[in-house]
């Protein structure tokens, strides 16, 4: 039991510590209606892989590397980076744009970011 405790203690604490003033990055789409998005994969961010889902990462300049999904004929998708602003206690969606779903090229963009409930940004 005390070790329950302990345990539950620790997590809520390293909790509270992470989303002092930190954000998240997930790639996927959060609107799922127009059609020419696509989701997409999260390789890296500011150059460093990530195997988060979603991303913890700090405010400023970020550069997050995704990958679109693969289309017929290929095993792989392509990827692309997109640089911007990542404000604190912030979580954004990064999706792909496509002109046509059977290309593989894309762009990435914000499809959706939402302030993080209980989050105390400086």
Same mark, same amino acid.
């Given at each position: 039991?005390?070790?329950?405790?302990?345990?539950?203690?620790?997590?809520?604490? $390293?909790? @509270?510590?992470?989303?002092?003033?930190?954000?998240?990055?997930?790639?996927?789409?959060?609107?799922?209606?127009?059609?020419?998005?696509?989701?997409?994969?999260?390789?890296?961010?500011?150059?460093?892989?990530?195997?988060?889902?979603? +991303?913890?990462?700090?405010?400023?300049?970020?550069?997050?590397?995704?990958? @679109?999904?693969?289309? +017929? @004929?290929?095993?792989? @998708?392509?990827?692309? +980076?997109?640089?911007?602003? $990542?404000?604190?206690?912030?979580?954004?969606?990064?999706?792909?744009?496509?002109?046509?779903?059977?290309?593989?090229?894309?762009?990435?963009? $914000?499809?959706?970011?939402?302030?993080?409930?209980?989050?105390?940004?400086?």
């Amino acid at each position: 039991m005390k070790r329950a405790i302990a345990a539950l203690t620790t997590a809520l604490a $390293v909790t @509270g510590c992470a989303t002092d003033t930190l954000s998240y990055v997930q790639a996927g789409r959060y609107f799922r209606t127009p059609i020419d998005t696509y989701d997409a994969i999260l390789i890296s961010v500011d150059g460093k892989s990530t195997t988060q889902r979603p +991303a913890l990462v700090d405010p400023g300049m970020r550069t997050i590397v995704v990958q @679109g999904l693969p289309t +017929a @004929g290929f095993r792989y @998708g392509e990827q692309r +980076a997109l640089t911007f602003e $990542v404000k604190p206690c912030v979580r954004y969606w990064i999706a792909a744009r496509k002109d046509s779903r059977l290309s593989q090229d894309f762009e990435p963009y $914000v499809d959706y970011s939402e302030p993080i409930s209980g989050c105390k940004a400086a």
